[in-house]
């Protein structure tokens, strides 16, 4: 049975930094395109970054710069450090796993991130 548990959310001050993390279980973690994804409160959801097999990684314009993803294949772990938050980094975080860039793949159930003073 696939299992992806974000945690790491929570709340921090604007200009703060948070590390998400998903554990993933039951299937092939190494082989699969991990992904962060993002949904503002009352917004749609949106793309956050990617990490391939081979550790290519690629993010949104909005987020370049400030946030990392990162993955190890030997703890079935992908990783988002997220520096330098803002307000509308405000949302919930989720993470997806695909075997290719054309299967849906899978989802968690995501992890709340509030950046607030």
């Known amino acids: 049975q696939v299992q992806l548990v974000e945690s790491g959310g929570g709340l921090v001050q604007p200009g703060g930094s948070l590390r998400l993390s998903c554990a993933a279980s039951g299937f092939q973690f190494g082989q699969y395109i991990m992904s962060w994804y993002r949904r503002p409160p009352g917004k749609e959801r949106e793309w956050v970054a990617t990490?391939?097999?081979?550790?290519?990684?690629t993010y949104a314009t909005s987020m370049r710069g400030r946030f990392t993803i990162s993955r190890d294949n030997a703890k079935n772990t992908v990783y988002l450090e997220m520096n330098s938050l803002k307000p509308e980094d405000t949302a919930v975080y989720y993470c997806?796993?695909?075997?290719?860039?054309?299967?849906?793949?899978?989802w968690g159930q995501g992890t709340q991130v509030t950046v607030s003073s």
């Open positions: 990490i391939n097999s081979e550790r290519t990684t």
């Open positions: 997806r796993a695909r075997p290719g860039v054309w299967s849906e793949g899978y």
